[in-house]
């Protein structure tokens, strides 16, 4: 087994070669089961988002590590016709705020301009995930009220926060420019 390095992509951590082949970890999801989510909280929340559903790798009897959710968007701010994406959120760290993933569509088939192209991350290591730029150009706005409300309020204020960057897309957000195009 290769030694394992800790690569960031904008705060999300990156999959390393032996978990991407599968040498790490037997099950689907790397990590550890539960999170800094209630399963109380989380099931007041199913009320409002009837698609919500806990990743049982990621969650314990008492807490929710990490969950899918389907949301509604647009494809991009140029092509406004509707997609259906279903998201990955890890809620297993008590950080900022959780990590975003796309699960579908393909992250082929994206254009979204708040969606960041394909790479892989360490919640799915074996399979090419989109993360979802959550914070964007308002981010210290986000981060403040984030850190400013209960835990059940952080996580309807997070899915709210997800649709309407799916719905609204920033075309000024760089997330999906190859590094060409940010003059790198």
């Known amino acids: 087994m290769k030694e394992e390095t800790h690569c960031c992509h904008d705060g999300y951590r990156i999959a390393t070669e032996d978990e991407q082949t599968g040498q790490v970890t037997s099950g689907k999801f790397r990590g550890f089961a539960g999170g800094s989510l209630s399963k109380t909280t989380f099931n007041c929340l199913k009320l409002t988002y009837p ?3 806990h990743v049982r790798e990621h969650s314990s009897s008492t ?3 990490a969950f899918v959710v389907n949301v509604r968007g647009v ?3 140029r092509d406004q016709s509707q997609v259906n994406y279903q998201i990955l959120v890890d809620s ?16 082929e088939n994206i254009s979204h301009e708040n969606i960041f192209r394909k790479g892989r991350y360490n919640i799915l290591p074996q399979r090419d995930l989109c993360v979802l730029d959550i914070l964007g150009t308002a981010c210290w706005v986000f981060q403040e009220v984030y850190q400013s409300v209960s835990k059940k309020e ?3 204020f997070l899915l709210g926060r997800i649709s309407d960057i799916l719905n609204n897309p920033d075309p000024l957000n760089a997330s ?3 590094e060409s195009e940010h003059g790198d």
Do not use: E, W
């Open 51 to 53: 698609s919500l559903n």
């Open 63 to 65: 807490t929710i590590g």
């Open 75 to 77: 494809a991009s701010s």
């Open 92 to 107: 297993r760290f008590d950080m900022n705020a959780p990590q975003v993933y796309v699960l579908s569509p393909k992250c």
């Open 154 to 156: 952080k996580i309807g």
């Open 176 to 178: 999906r420019r190859t």
